[in-house]
């Protein structure tokens, strides 16, 4: 059985991410899957069993909300692993009709990197953002840290979730609605680490888009095909979800831990 650990952390300087990240089912262009403020009603996989933490264990998950298979780019190999972090994260929004994270920033990469090295959320930068997330993974590979966030972050996943119990609660799927996130005010740059098996990723809005030292765009270059939104098939239908939260229920600072036989953890700072 996988063995996940993971924490996340949502900022919200003034109210304006927590209301921009809870608005996130509206879109200009059409839209499929899941979105917040609807989550899953259930983890893809409760079991671990067979669990590799593949592509094709991703697009299993993705098949479930009837979100068409991912397409990995021609220099997937080569990419670091935060490029990689940042190309997986990208494809989940694209796919689902999001707008892209636009590039990794190297002041962001530099906190992402140290969190990564002290096993934990990235820290944010002291000023020039209006809003954000950060999460962490301790695991295998980008594609396990995506899969965790995604797919295995609500009630009855691989470890024993206290702070998502049988019946949910207001604390699960956060790392998903920050993966999702939409923002306000501006274009959302990321920033990204990994040191060994630790990953930890943070998106902010309203932050500089100078000093980018990776871009979504120059990426482009390297599919087949631009990502683009991808439904299962033309006549399949987005899954729904009546698991939302209200907004009051994410206005509260709190720190949550996991715990249980997959030795996993989660921290979520919401203020």
């Not at 997986?88 to 929004?93: A, H, Q, S, T, V």
């Not at 020039?128 to 396990?144: E, M, R, T």
């Amino acid at each position: 059985m996988p063995s996940l650990l993971s924490r996340t952390r949502l900022l919200s300087a003034g109210l304006l991410a927590a209301a921009a990240l809870l608005a996130g089912a509206t879109a200009a262009q059409a839209n499929v899957g899941i979105l917040p403020p609807a989550n899953p009603a259930a983890n893809c996989d409760a079991t671990g069993v067979g669990i590799q933490f593949t592509l094709q264990n991703l697009n299993a998950c993705r098949a479930k909300e009837h979100v068409g298979p991912m397409v990995l780019p021609g220099n997937w190999a080569s990419l670091t692993g935060a490029e990689q972090l940042f190309v997986l994260l990208n494809l989940e929004r694209v796919n689902r009709g999001l707008a892209p994270i636009v590039g990794l920033s190297s002041s962001l990469n530099q906190l992402a990197a140290q969190g990564a090295a002290a096993g934990t959320d990235p820290s944010f930068p002291g000023g020039g953002f209006i809003g954000g997330g950060g999460v962490w993974f301790g695991g295998q590979s980008a594609l396990a840290a995506d899969y965790a966030w995604m797919y295995d972050d609500g009630p009855n996943g691989f470890d024993v979730n206290v702070d998502c119990p049988h019946g949910g609660s207001s604390d699960c799927w956060l790392h998903r609605d920050i993966v999702l996130w939409q923002g306000t005010g501006g274009p959302l740059v990321g920033g990204g680490g990994v040191d060994g098996q630790s990953f930890s990723f943070e998106v902010l809005s309203g932050y500089s888009t100078s000093g980018m030292v990776f871009t979504w765009a120059h990426e482009l270059r390297y599919f087949a095909q631009n990502p683009t939104v991808e439904p299962l098939n033309p006549l399949a239908k987005p899954a729904k979800s009546t698991n939302t939260r209200p907004v009051r229920h994410r206005r509260r600072k709190r720190h949550h831990r996991h715990g249980g036989g997959g030795n996993s953890g989660i921290t979520i700072t919401i203020g």
